[in-house]
């Protein structure tokens, strides 16, 4: 038999468990903010690696471990594209040589003190593509590009209002890559490490 | 969307669906999971606005980022995710704005079925009581006992181990008894 306790907190969680009343037109706000939004749509890389019950044979083991050992070298080979040294706005590095694990980002002032510009650097010699992601675009992988400069830099600066900003850069379109040198973000909404650049110095 | 309309399909289907450009198929989850989560976030955040802005962005930023679902069919916990995240940052802004933990009028009686006095009253408390948990206790008390998840399911949500999680509920209990003690008992 449950004792009082049990019982109290049985009660307290079958009110709890009551449906709540929102907003009618709730379901009708959502997908108007989402009309104009182009369709998410998973990308070749995506539904490559996307996750599958698979059954094989001894000889197909032998195939699979081949294709990991593959994968790994081809790991290996990207290594070196990792975050460096921002150099400062309009300053590019010099040479490839600077520190590698001292990835970061630049601030300088624009006109008005709400707006500033923000520069993102990466330094990913092998990228073909490397764009920039976070919560001020909304994660969309295809509207913050980084154009490569000079040396294995990709850069990109863009405006920000004042405020705290989750960001990590997109490698090839596959490759999460969160600023080694900058915070990490606490908690990131899909399970990906990423990064944490404050702007303005007012955000907490 | 018309296709899969009045049809029992599976998130993964949905999520497909959504995936090969139909984007009004999302209609489909947001109506799915649009009551359960509204629930879970008015509890979190205490009031209306809050709850449906958060629920709004979660739903936002799961059609966005669809593409990295990466098992469709766990679609549902996979929002459940994003949606506690979006919590934590509502009451963090709100703490930071109020310092205060609201309930209003419109969460107190937004329950779905009619109150008579008494029982008005009991929800009144226990809508108070849960206010004045710390949110991270609150926030594992509405998982496990509410929402009804494993605290396996739980720790794969929210990152959180699942001795640390079970410390919460059972503090988040104590507390609860300790601040409804005499209206129970009454």
């Known amino acids: 038999m449950p004792d009082h306790d049990d019982l109290m907190i049985a009660r307290i969680t079958r009110e709890l468990k009551q449906p709540v009343l929102i907003d009618p037109s709730f379901d009708t706000r959502v997908m108007a903010q989402l009309r104009d939004d182009r369709a998410p749509r998973m990308s070749p890389w995506q539904w490559l690696v996307r996750p599958r019950s698979i059954q094989l044979s001894p000889l197909g083991g032998l195939g699979v471990a081949g294709a990991l050992a593959a994968t790994i070298l081809l790991a290996v080979s990207l290594r070196d594209a990792r975050p460096a040294v921002a150099p400062p706005m309009g300053e590019m590095p010099a040479s490839a040589t600077a520190p590698a694990s001292a990835g970061q980002v630049a601030l300088a002032q624009a006109p008005t003190a709400i707006v500033q510009t923000v520069q993102f650097v990466l330094r990913a010699p092998?990228?073909?593509?490397?764009?920039?992601?976070?919560?001020?675009?909304?994660?969309?992988?295809?509207?913050?590009?980084?154009?490569?400069?000079?040396?294995?830099?990709?850069?990109?600066?863009?405006?920000?209002?004042?405020?705290?900003?989750?960001?990590?850069?997109?490698?090839?379109?596959?490759?999460?890559?969160?600023?080694?040198?900058?915070?990490?973000?606490?908690?990131d909404d899909f399970g990906q490490a990423s990064s944490v650049v404050t702007v303005g110095g007012s955000a907490s | 969307?018309?296709?899969?309309?009045?049809?029992?399909?599976?998130?993964?289907?949905?999520?497909?669906?959504?995936?090969?450009?139909?984007?009004?198929?999302?209609?489909?989850?947001?109506?799915?999971?649009?009551?359960?989560?509204?629930?879970?976030?008015?509890?979190?955040?205490?009031?209306?606005?809050?709850?449906?802005?958060a629920l709004q962005d979660a739903f936002v930023r799961g059609y966005r980022s669809l593409a990295r679902c990466e098992e469709p069919e766990k679609f549902g916990p996979w929002l459940m995710q994003i949606l506690i995240n979006r919590c934590r940052t509502a009451g963090g802004r709100r703490l930071r704005r109020d310092r205060t933990f609201v309930h209003d009028e419109a969460a107190i009686a937004s329950a779905a079925t009619g109150h008579p006095g008494d029982q008005r009253a009991w929800r009144e408390e226990i809508l108070r009581a849960l206010e004045q948990l710390d949110p991270l206790q609150r926030e594992a008390f509405l998982l496990k006992h509410v929402e009804d998840l494993s605290y396996e399911e739980m720790a794969e949500l929210t990152g959180v181990g699942v001795s640390a999680l079970k410390m919460r509920v059972k503090r988040a209990c104590d507390r609860l008894r300790e601040l409804l003690q005499e209206v129970f008992s009454a």
Do not use: C
Request: glycine letters at 8%.
């Open chain 2, 1 to 53: 969307m018309e296709g899969l309309r009045g049809m029992e399909v599976s998130d993964a289907v949905v999520v497909q669906r959504v995936l090969a450009g139909d984007g009004d198929a999302y209609a489909l989850l947001v109506g799915r999971y649009r009551d359960r989560y509204a629930r879970f976030a008015m509890h979190m955040l205490g009031n209306r606005d809050d709850a449906e802005e």
């Open chain 1, 126 to 187: 092998r990228a073909t593509t490397v764009t920039l992601v976070g919560d001020f675009n909304d994660w969309d992988t295809a509207s913050t590009p980084l154009q490569r400069a000079a040396g294995d830099m990709w850069t990109v600066t863009i405006p920000l209002t004042a405020g705290r900003y989750t960001y990590t850069f997109v490698v090839d379109g596959k490759r999460w890559v969160a600023d080694p040198s900058a915070p990490r973000a606490p908690a």
